[in-house]
């Protein structure tokens, strides 16, 4: 059976293109392989968090993903900073991993904006700690949303240069899994933008916490052009806006670009927007429900992280302690 890994950032509530471009992958790939989710604590302070509220998001993060559906008895959920074998082995990768390549990345651009200079340093090398998530388990498939497909392209290049220097095929070879019509869901104020837990702009994104009447204001409200909907997918060229509307519904509705336009195609957005939202609505209230119970009893929630965190350290520990001697470290 193949490892999975994947981690979400508790950076904020999680939103409907994490559930749909991540977290409900998440859940499917949970039938047939073996899974570690983890709640990225350590990647979420390479941008400012408020240490009064970090530890409180990592623990409704961790709720929204079992309301989602994660299992975390049959597979792994923790928190990373809560296994010290991830920031170890990043430490190795940050010496593995080339300048040029992190100057390559393009999250790393649009995270520091034009203050690049006052950017943190674990920004930039933010893509080595997250192949070393991934590494620390030696697992081989990586599901997650399109903006992270260029991370993973760098931990495997990572991998084969650590692999090259030591002269052994050490870590595997990392396969991304971008799934479904939703591995990029936009932001609702501007198609061009990706729909953020962090962005300023609440209109901007659904979150799962969200109530019906939010969300049936958010699709509302959510910008579009003047035309209809178009009959085929070629007419959404150029429509960012209705192409991630279609995108969403697509997803909700288990179908494609193309099932959702033969049943839609001439409508105007107004009728379609209403369906939508209902679409939304169905699939997000009973997590955010669910999410409020659990969280109801915060020492549970917080006990299957640390008992995951356990679970999580003992596959990673013999992984990274054969790295540190492959690297040539004295024994501890
Ligand atoms: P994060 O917290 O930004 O997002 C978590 C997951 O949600 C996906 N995602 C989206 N998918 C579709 N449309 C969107 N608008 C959207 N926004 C987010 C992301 O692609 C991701 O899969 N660096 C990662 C976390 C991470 C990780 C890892 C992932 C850390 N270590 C190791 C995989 C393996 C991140 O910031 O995700």
Redesign the pocket.
């Known amino acids: 059976m193949q490892r999975i ?5 508790p ?1 904020g509530i999680p ?1 409907l ?2 559930y ?4 409900r992958n998440w859940v499917a790939l949970q039938a047939d392989h073996e899974c570690i989710y ?1 709640v ?1 604590d350590l ?1 979420a302070i390479t941008q400012w968090q408020d240490p009064k509220l970090l530890a409180g998001q990592t623990r409704e993060l961790a709720a929204s993903l079992i309301a989602c559906g994660i299992d975390p008895w049959q597979h792994i959920l923790f928190h990373q900073s809560a296994v010290p074998e991830h920031a170890e082995l990043a430490w190795i990768f940050n010496c593995v991993a080339r300048l040029g390549w992190l100057n390559r990345m393009t999250q790393f651009k649009d995270k520091a904006g034009k203050d690049r200079e006052n950017a943190s340093a674990g920004l930039y090398v ?1 893509p080595n ?2 192949a070393a ?2 590494l620390a388990y030696h697992a081989t498939r ?7 497909r260029q ?2 392209e760098l931990a495997n290049d990572i991998a084969q240069k650590f692999n090259h220097d030591y002269g052994v095929p050490f870590f595997p070879a990392i396969e991304p899994l971008i799934m479904g019509p ?5 932001n609702l104020r501007d198609g061009t933008k ?4 962090s962005d300023a702009s609440d209109q901007s994104r659904i979150n799962l916490n969200d109530s019906a009447d939010a969300i049936a204001q958010k699709i509302r409200r959510a910008r579009t052009d003047p035309a209809p909907l178009p009959a085929e997918n070629a007419g959404l060229e150029g429509r960012p806006e209705a192409r991630n509307l279609v995108g969403i519904y697509a997803a909700l509705a288990n179908t494609d670009e193309v099932g959702v336009l033969a049943v839609h195609g001439g409508k105007g957005f107004s009728a379609f927007k209403e369906e939508l939202a209902e679409l939304i609505i169905a699939a997000v209230r009973p997590i955010a429900d669910e999410t409020g119970r659990l969280l109801a009893d915060p020492g549970h929630v917080e006990g299957v992280l640390r008992e995951g965190a356990g679970r999580a350290g003992a596959i990673a520990r013999p992984i990274v302690s054969e790295a540190k001697r492959l690297v040539g470290f004295l024994a501890a």
Not at 20 to 23: D, E, M, N, T, Y
Not at 194 to 197: C, D, G, N, V
């Open positions: 890994f994947s981690g979400i950032q950076s939103t293109g994490n749909l471009g991540a977290i983890c990225v990647h933010y700690l997250m998530d991934i990586v599901p997650v949303g399109d903006d992270q991370h993973i939703a591995a990029r869901v936009m990706k729909m953020s837990k």
